[in-house]
C-alpha cells in the first residue's frame, strides 16, 4: 500500500501535499492523524504543525469482497426452472444449481405442469432439459387449441325468469376472450329475447371488466305469494354482547348462547305459505303467479315432528342450536380447566371451558367452544360451529384459533385466527394475523386494529386503525384468505430471490464503478467473473417474473368480492396499507370518519364518509 507522511498547518493544506506526492486525487485517500499542533495562542509561537500519515484506498481488495459476497452464495443455490406459453407451444427454462446445490426434479416439473392443466407432454425432452439446465427455453409441449382456455360466461337466470345475470370470466393462458356475438348467441340458445340490455352486455364485453356480476335482462314480474315461514321458540343465531355483570364479569348465562331446553319442548313452528296475482318473462311468456314455496323444518339431531310436520320438539334434555341450519339438540361437555390433569380434548358436540387453557393443548370439538377466561398459546378448532372467547386470545405468535362459524373474543394479541365467516373482536387486534371468509369486525369500547394483517372476503370495519407512531398494518378486503395465504407464501419466495438479485447488481455495479474510475483492468479474471454475476443476475430476473405471474394468476382466476369496504368509525393514521381487489392505497395522512370502496369504473380505491 502507498503511503507517505507529511506535515503541514491545516489538514487542508496536507491533503494537497499528499494528493501531488502520490499522483491520486482527494477522493482516493485515507489518513490518520499522528500529531496536532498545540492548541490556543501558543501554537504561532512553536510553530506546531499537524503530522498526518496519508494511504491510498485500496480499492481493488474492496471490489474483491463485494464479488466474493455477490458470488459466495452461488456454490449453494439449488436448480431452479420456469415454464412459459408461447401460443400454443411450452418451453421448460432449467437453471444449473450451484456446487453444493440441488438437482431440479423431474417430479416437481412434471406436477407443475400438471396443475398448469398441460394436457400432454414428453418425459424424454423434460429430462433432457432437466440433464442440460441450459438456462434456455427448450419446447416440451404443445398444446392443443383447446376452447377450455377461452373466456366465457356464467349466465344465471332467476327462477321466475324475470332476470338474466352474467358473469364474463378472462381466458386462461393461450386462450382467447368471449365475443359480444357469443354472448348474445347464449342468450338467444337459452331462449332469452325480452328485455336484453344490450348497452350493458356490450359495456362489460368490450371494456372486458370481469368478475362482476350484471343485469342482461329483466323482464316485467308478477306479484307472488308470500313463502312459508318458521317460528322460533329460542334464538337461532344469538348476537353475541360483551356485558359486564355487577362484579365486572361476563357470564355465559348472560350471553344467551347456551339455550337449554327439556325433552319435549316446543322448538319452532311453520306458519304456512299464502297464494298471489299475472307478468312477462325475459323468454317473452305470460306468466301466472307463482304462490309461496312451502319449506320443511330443519329438523336435526335428537328432535321429532308432530304428525302433519308443522312443529318441532326436543326429543331429549340438552343445548339447541342452529348446526348447518338445521335445529339441533346436541350434549354440551362442561370442564373447568385444559391443562395436564385432563390433556388435549377432542369432543363430538360443544365444549365450555370455564377457566382456561393451558399453553400448548389442544381442544377440538364438532360444535362450539366456549372459554370463560384468556387463551393463550394453545389450538382450538371447531369443525362445525363457532369459537367464543369472553376473555382475549393472546397467541404469542404460536397459538391458533380456527373455526367453521363465527370467531369472537374480547381482543387479539399475537394470534393467529382463520374463520370460514367473521371474526369479531371487541377492544383490540394488535400485531396479529387475521384471516376471515366473511367479515372482520372491531366496533366494541376501543375498536382498534394495530400492526399485523387483517383479510376478511366481505369487508373490515373498526373505530381506529393504525396508531400516531405509524405501525405497518396491512388491511385487505375482497378477496378469499385461502388465496391471500398463498399468495403471501409465493411474496416471501420473490422477496428471498429480491436480496439475491440485490447482491448481484452490487458486484456489477462496484465493477463498472471501477472501470470508469481507473482503479482496475479488465483482465480474463474479471471479465470471467462480471459474465457470470451478469449471467445470474438475468437468472433472478426469470425466477421473479416467473413467481410474479403465478400471483397475476392467482388474483385474476379466484372469486373476488368487488363489494367489499374497510370502513373507520373515528380514526385511521399514516403506516397503514389497504388492499381492495386487486388496487392497493398507503394511507399517509390521518383520515376521520371514512369509508373505503372500489370505484369499478375507474380501477381505483376511493374514499366517503363513515
Known sequence: MKSTIVKARSIEEAIEIACEQLGVNEKKLSYKILKKPSSGFLKYFKGDNYEIKFFIKNTKKRLDMKIDNALSGIKNIDGQFIITFNDNNVFLTVYPPGENGKLVKLDDVVNKLTQLKVPKFSIDEISKAIEKASGRPEQVAVVPKDSSRDGYIKLEITEDAQHAYITIFPPKKGGNPIKLEEIMKILDDNKICFGIKHDEIKKHCENAIFHKTFLAAEGIPCINGDDAKLQYYFTPYPKISFTENSKGRVDFKELGIIQNVRADEILAKKIPPTSGQQGITIRNRKVKPIPGKDITIPKGENTYLNSDKTILYAKEDGRVVMRKNAITIEPLFTIENVDYSVGNIDFNGSVVITEKIDDDFKVIASGDIFVQKNVGKCHL?????????????????????????????????????????????????????????????????????????????NGIKAKEIGSVSFT?????????????????????????????????????????????????????????????????????????????????ELKNHSTIELNAKIRVKNRMFPGVKIEIANEHLNINQEYRFITFYLDHDEHKIKWTGY
Do not use: C, W
Not at 386470545?393 to 393467529?416: H, P, Q, S, W
Not at 462496484?510 to 459474465?531: A, F, P, R, V, W
Open 381 to 457: 378448532e371447531s369443525l362445525n360451529g363457532q369459537i367464543i372467547v369472553i376473555g382475549g386470545i393472546m397467541g404469542k405468535d404460536k397459538g391458533l384459533v380456527k373455526a367453521d362459524g363465527n370467531i369472537t373474543a374480547r381482543f387479539a394479541e399475537n394470534a393467529v385466527l382463520i374463520s370460514k365467516n367473521d371474526v369479531i373482536i371487541n377492544k383490540a387486534i394488535m400485531h396479529s394475523r387475521i384471516y376471515a371468509g366473511g367479515e372482520v369486525s372491531v366496533m366494541g369500547d376501543r375498536g382498534l386494529i394495530v400492526g399485523g394483517i387483517v383479510q376478511a372476503k
Open 472 to 552: 405497518k398494518t396491512l388491511l385487505v378486503a375482497g378477496f378469499n384468505p385461502e388465496t391471500l395465504q398463498k399468495i403471501a407464501a409465493i411474496e416471501e419466495k420473490i422477496s428471498n430471490e429480491m436480496e439475491k438479485k440485490g447482491k448481484f447488481e452490487l458486484a456489477i455495479e462496484s465493477i463498472h464503478s471501477m472501470i470508469k474510475n481507473g482503479d482496475i483492468n479488465m483482465d480474463d479474471e474479471y471479465t470471467q467473473k462480471l459474465q457470470q454475476l451478469e449471467n445470474m443476475k438475468n437468472r433472478q430476473d426469470d425466477v421473479l417474473k416467473s413467481l410474479k405471474n403465478e400471483i397475476f
